[in-house]
């Protein structure tokens, strides 16, 4: 089952404007990821976030948890064509087995027009 | 450092075959995971392997199996394979140490192989 919302599910943008994506969840979490995926390749991992930190920068990219919220956004500034992919956040959490499992969402597609 | 390996890249397989899929881990990485990538359900985790034992298993049918092996690689294998099954498989290893709570658990995933059964 998918845990995590990506919001909105397609984002067209002009090239130098910003994006924002959100990501909701249900349960509780060790850490949320974002992956970046080019035309159904592999996933890129973009940026981990632990429970217990609130903002996370890498380069363009401004990672935001709200765990009050259950909720994630990803900012991406002064994007660029080369940013034209799906976005996908999951969440992170250790099962009592000891087994640590990702959960992802659906992902926001994100188009950027040079 | 050589990212995961998946391989092959592309297989097409006729219903009721069977295929095996095989995953490279990144060198020193004990935990594989495989996930199932289709339009309509998205990623759907498999299972997870960490030291040859299988320590989670998602919501599939038994046909979906795997391994994994003393240098950590891994295969999946599908049997009696239905036109559904056709995805993007997906393998991701990560750095986990067993024991430990690491919160620091970042999964990179290979390219994926994509399977059509027709």
């Known amino acids: 089952s998918q845990q995590g919302e990506e919001d909105p599910q397609a984002l067209s943008i002009q090239e130098g404007e910003n994006a924002t994506m959100n990501c909701s969840y249900k349960?509780?979490?060790?850490?949320l990821q974002w992956y970046r995926q080019n035309s159904g390749r592999g996933l890129v991992h973009l940026i981990l976030?632990?429970?217990?930190?609130r903002e996370k920068h890498s380069g363009r990219l401004r990672v935001t948890l709200d765990t009050s919220k259950k909720s994630s956004s990803l900012l991406i500034t002064a994007s660029r064509a080369a940013d034209t992919a799906s976005y996908f956040c999951?969440?992170?959490?250790?099962?009592?087995?000891?087994?640590?499992?990702?959960?992802f969402g659906k992902g926001t597609k994100l188009s950027v027009i040079p | 450092k050589a990212g995961v390996t998946q391989t092959p890249r592309y297989l097409i397989k006729t219903r009721g075959q069977q295929v095996t899929l095989s995953c490279s881990p990144i060198?020193?990485?004990?935990?594989v995971s495989w996930y199932q990538q289709t339009p309509g359900q998205g990623l759907q985790f498999l299972f997870e392997?960490?030291?040859?034992?299988?320590?989670n298993k998602g919501n599939f049918p038994g046909r979906f199996s795997g391994r994994q092996f003393s240098n950590s690689r891994s295969e999946m294998n599908v049997s009696t394979l239905e036109l559904g099954d056709s995805a993007l498989y997906l393998c991701?290893?990560?750095?986990?140490?067993?024991?430990?709570?690491?919160?620091?658990?970042?999964?990179?995933f290979g390219q994926g192989t994509r399977l059509t059964v027709v």
């Open positions: 991701a290893s990560s750095l986990d140490r067993q024991g430990a709570l690491s919160m620091n658990t970042e999964a990179f």
């Open positions: 349960t509780s979490i060790n850490n």
């Open positions: 976030i632990r429970s217990n930190e």
């Open positions: 999951a969440t992170g959490a250790y099962s009592g087995a000891g087994s640590y499992q990702l959960t």
């Open positions: 060198s020193g990485h004990r935990s």
């Open positions: 392997y960490f030291s040859e034992t299988q320590r």
